[in-house]
């Protein structure tokens, strides 16, 4: 996946050093990636984000001065070609829907090996992102159109390549099964979680409206 | 007290009518010529005879006497009757009366006469001329209406010097005349209307009104049959019109007999006895008795002793005063009897209401005496005013009844609704303890389900991990390899928490996603080949967690032990059962040996635990578990852990 051009620029927020101390070195090993920057706390965090931009980001939710979530809200406006990722030992939807709601392209699972944390940052970066079937379940029923008449909703195909993951299918079979590449199953989650996005901020001002505050 | 608060309110209301009567008899008072004294004479006829249109000095009697007026005389009373109805003896009773000072009839325009009492007809001369003549059956006549006579006024008539009046009646009874009141009419009218109203319209009224609320009490009655209140009530108010009836019916000619006629008013009396009987009775729940009986038994012989079918039967006006006499009679029975009875129900509406009944008895003597000329003809029949106060109670007992029966349906109604509430609110709380019962046991289910697993699972491996680091045997692939073990049971212990829906495929899907890494690792390659599975309604945790443990420790075998490059998930359904298999392409196991045992033991103990059937087919061309899930699992069936 090295490109040969410019390496990675990867940022990292996490308090715990230990896990800190294994994600850079799983940077340093890679030839293609580059450690911008290293924060600790949402305070941190919040610094870098007025200073250059970085290509990766990834985020734990469990600050100690704070939530991720707003690292996350803060980097998506601050840094908008920023790949950001959520870092987390069980990729369950109650941390990552939320982060991705915030502006989260995809997660990064922390027991990963050091070359599979690298792979899942050059996916990321190249217009990738995971999911899981648990995650494609909670999208599904997120728009269905009841639950969301006023909302941008997924395309057909969208919708088939979630219902397959729901399945656990992998990513290649998909490809075949719905006759589409690799990198276009990638994107059409890319896509869905941007809209995931946008039908969160549009329920926010939904939500504000019908209570008067705008 | 409430009754006592009533009745000094009735008694008050009654006072003040009376007080107002008495007022309104006084201001009308009749004024002008008042004529007390008269010449009386007497023929005996037989049969009634036209009286002349113009009295003739020598076709008059010879022998006047003077008497004073009101002139009555006492009645004969006789239970025989003349054998020829046709031609009954009777006689004629003259009053000649000669005015001290003639009067112009335009100036003095009327006689009045407050009462003339004649059990056939009555005819009124001025100064020797026919001015009146009643028109009406011969013994039920209107005698109980005064006489307002307007004097012809004729041009030049002379002034009126003598005014004589001539009535022909059964010989024996009847024939009689108050005292007689010439003036204008400012004079007399406003006194005979006052007597008017308070002898006949009065009665006549009150009669029809309680008639009326009889009507609707009796529509009540075909609604309730068993309330027989309002039929005694509607009973009552019929009598009790019928016996008004004489008391302001007469002044025309009736369109029935006078037979008849009689029969009804003067057998009402013993009908209104008799219901007030009943109606005390009823109100105060005592059972009939012998005086029922006895009530009955008179009112029924002296109604089919007066019937006027036959020739024989008696005339009714010979046989009022006994008939009266034997009303009194019972009428006292009922009246001492519903005061004792009412007295033990403590009801004080029912003792009034006896109380009342009895003096009823003892007021009618009045009556009887006024009847039989005893008393001044010119005082009031007391009766029909008491039959007002009566029908005021029997209304105000109706009525208390009414409501009373409105009254409970209210409060029924209000109970219902408080025991309704009260209903609601007992089955919100125990909905409430069901609910925290149920939270509860689940929990108690969770936590059970949660330490079970953690106690065969991430528990064993982590003491294992432990004790091999204690022999110092640190084999740092084994360890990781145990420790990444531990990390994968715990996510899928965090996914079995999480709702799966019915839906096996997600929970295969998600056991994938947790294994990938570690296959694609190993380098095994994943065959995917789950197809739709119908909905497993069944599926909650406890399942979920079986299944995904049981296909964990297939993959664990596969990565471990079974040197496999390729493996394969597949689903389908065969025969109301949901197959899951995994196989892979691997050497192979001896089933029987211990360690592979021990694994295939705890799958078989999750799989029956959920019902579902393990087999598991090994040899060189590779390893096959399948897992048969059945479609539907009987609710009471339960799960064992």
Same mark, same amino acid.
């Given at each position: ?126 217009? !990738? ?38 399945? !656990? ?46 | ?48 005879? *036209? ?5 003739? @000095? ?110 022909? &009646?059964? @010989? ?111 109100? =105060? &729940?005592?059972?009939? *008795? ?106 105000? =007992?109706?009525?208390?009844?009414? %409501? ?50 953690? &106690? ?5 491996? =982590? ?40 839906? %096996? ?15 694609? *690792? ?105 897992? =048969? ?13």
């Amino acid at each position: 996946m090295a490109t040969g051009s410019k390496p990675l620029k990867v940022t990292i927020v996490e308090d715990d050093a230990s896990f800190r101390g294994s994600f850079v070195a799983a940077v340093e090993a890679a030839e293609d990636m580059l450690l911008h920057a290293a924060a600790e706390n949402v305070a941190q965090a919040m610094a870098l984000l007025g200073g250059p931009p970085s290509d990766i980001l990834v985020v734990d939710l469990g600050l100690p001065d704070g939530s991720g979530i707003e690292v996350i809200r803060a980097a998506h406006s601050a840094w908008p070609d920023c790949g950001i990722m959520v870092s987390t030992t069980f990729a369950d939807d109650r941390h990552v829907i939320p982060s991705i709601e915030a502006g989260a392209a995809g997660y990064l699972l922390k027991d990963s090996s050091q070359s599979r944390m690298a792979d899942d940052i050059r996916t990321l970066h190249s217009g !990738g992102s995971p999911i899981s079937p648990r995650i494609a379940r909670k999208i599904l029923l997120r728009f269905r159109p009841v639950e969301a008449p006023a909302q941008p909703l997924l395309s057909p195909r969208e919708q088939q390549a979630l219902e397959l993951i729901t399945k !656990g299918f992998s990513y290649d079979e998909i490809a075949e099964l719905m006759g589409v590449t690799r990198n276009t199953v990638m994107t059409f989650v890319r896509r869905i979680y941007q809209k995931l996005e946008v039908s969160s901020k549009a329920e926010a001002i939904f939500e504000a409206r019908s209570h008067g505050l705008l | 007290m409430a009754f006592y608060k009533l009745l000094a309110r009735y008694l008050a209301a009654l006072g003040i009518i009376i007080a107002g009567a008495v007022v309104l008899h006084l201001v009308a008072q009749p004024r002008g010529l008042h004529i007390t004294s008269a010449e009386l004479a007497v023929e005996s006829t037989v049969g009634y005879q *036209s009286p002349p249109a113009t009295l003739i @000095r020598r076709a008059m009697p010879d022998d006047w006497t003077a008497v004073a007026l009101p002139n009555a005389a006492i009645p004969q009373l006789a239970l025989s009757q003349h054998a020829d109805a046709e031609a009954p003896d009777t006689q004629v009773t003259w009053y000649r009366a000669v005015l001290p000072q003639p009067v112009s009839p335009a100036d003095k325009g009327y006689l009045y006469i407050p009462r003339w009492k004649s059990d056939g007809t009555l005819a009124v001369y001025v100064n020797g001329e026919l001015q009146y003549q009643s028109h009406a059956n011969l013994q039920w006549n209107g005698s109980n209406r005064p006489l307002r006579i307007g004097f012809d006024v004729t041009e030049g008539a002379p002034p009126i010097n003598a005014i004589v009046i001539r009535l022909q &009646h059964l @010989r024996g009874i009847g024939g009689a005349l108050s005292s007689l009141w010439v003036g204008d009419f400012d004079q007399v009218g406003p006194a005979y209307m006052v007597r008017n109203l308070f002898q006949a319209e009065l009665s006549y009224l009150t009669s029809a009104a309680f008639l009326a609320s009889g009507v609707f009490s009796l529509l009540v009655w075909f609604r309730r049959r068993q309330e027989r209140l309002y039929l005694l009530f509607f009973l009552m108010s019929a009598a009790t019109f019928i016996r008004g009836l004489h008391n302001h019916l007469g002044l025309e000619r009736l369109p029935f007999s006078d037979a008849w006629f009689g029969w009804l008013t003067v057998n009402s009396t013993m009908w209104m006895v008799a219901i007030s009987h009943l109606f005390l009775i009823t109100v =105060l &729940h005592v059972r009939a *008795s012998w005086i029922t009986a006895v009530v009955g038994g008179a009112t029924l012989v002296l109604g089919l002793a007066t019937l006027p079918l036959f020739s024989a039967a008696l005339d009714p006006t010979l046989t009022a005063p006994f008939a009266y006499a034997a009303a009194f009679v019972v009428c006292n029975l009922v009246g001492i009897s519903s005061i004792r009875a009412a007295w033990r129900a403590q009801s004080m509406e029912g003792l009034v209401l006896a109380v009342w009944v009895l003096l009823t008895a003892y007021l009618g003597i009045n009556d009887l005496m006024l009847q039989n000329n005893l008393i001044s003809i010119e005082g009031y029949f007391i009766l029909p005013f008491v039959q007002i106060a009566l029908v005021f109670a029997f209304f105000h =007992l109706v009525l208390a009844h009414y %409501l009373g029966a409105i009254d409970a349906v209210e409060n029924s109604n209000t109970l219902l609704a408080e025991r309704l509430t009260a209903r609601e609110a007992a089955l919100l709380a125990s909905h409430e303890r069901l609910r925290e019962i149920e939270q509860r046991e689940l929990l108690l289910q969770e936590r059970q389900r949660l330490t079970e697993d953690m &106690h065969d699972g991430l528990g064993s491996s =982590l003491i294992g991990a432990l004790r091999m680091v204690e022999r110092g045997r640190l084999d740092e692939t084994e360890l990781k390899q145990i420790l990444q073990g531990c990390i994968d049971d715990l996510k899928l212990t965090i996914d079995s928490m999480e709702p799966v829906e019915t839906d %096996l495929l997600l929970l295969l899907g998600t056991l994938r996603f947790r294994l990938e890494p570690r296959l694609e *690792s190993t380098g095994i390659k994943l065959n995917w080949n789950v197809r739709d599975v119908p909905p497993v309604f069944w599926l909650d945790h406890r399942y979920a967690l079986h299944i995904l443990r049981v296909l964990q420790e297939a993959f664990t075998n596969i990565i471990k032990h079974a040197d496999a490059t390729e493996a394969t998930v597949s689903t389908g359904v065969v025969a109301g059962d949901i197959v899951i298999s995994v196989s892979d392409n691997g050497k192979g196991f001896d089933t029987a040996a211990p360690r592979a045992g021990r694994g295939l033991a705890n799958q078989a103990r999750r799989a029956s635990a959920i019902r579902a059937r393990l087999t598991v087919e090994s040899g060189s061309e590779g390893t096959t578990l399948t897992l =048969l899930l059945p479609i539907r699992q009987l609710a009471e069936d339960g799960v064992a852990g």
